[in-house]
């Protein structure tokens, strides 16, 4: 059973910057693809990012893309997801995730594990 924390949420100015910390517990982490989901009210939840177990690959959605960054530290059992130029539309819970195999699927329900969320908002 793996067992996911996220922190670093808050809330920024648009333009501003936030680094979020997924810390995983459990075994195997190393092996776990991991992922970067979120969710605003009244929306479904959506893909943002998703990095190998490796660190090779990574993924992102195209609203994030050039803004956004996912990386992790093994080593740490923690992945990151440093937010750039953020908009009020990326205003959400953020939710991390990890499954086996493959990182580059987008669907949250072929992830296995979910962290509880960190709200980011951002202020226009």
């Known amino acids: 059973q793996v067992q996911l924390v996220e922190s670093g949420g808050g809330l920024v100015q648009a333009g501003g910057s936030l680094r979020l910390s997924c810390a995983a517990s459990?075994?195997?982490?190393?092996?776990?693809?991991m992922g970067w989901f979120r969710q605003a009210p009244g929306k479904e939840r959506e893909f943002v990012a998703a990095?190998?177990?490796?660190?090779?690959?990574?993924y992102y959605a195209d609203s994030v893309k050039g803004r956004f960054t996912i990386s992790r530290e093994n080593a740490k059992n923690t992945v990151y997801l440093q937010m750039n130029s953020l908009k009020p539309e990326d205003t959400a819970v953020y939710y991390c995730?990890?499954?086996?195999?493959?990182?580059?699927?987008?669907?949250?329900?072929?992830?296995?594990?979910w962290g509880q969320g960190t709200q980011v908002t951002v202020s226009s």
């Open positions: 459990g075994p195997g982490f190393s092996v776990y693809a």
């Open positions: 995730a990890s499954r086996r195999g493959w990182a580059g699927t987008v669907s949250p329900s072929e992830y296995d594990y």
């Open positions: 990095i190998s177990w490796s660190g090779s690959r990574t």
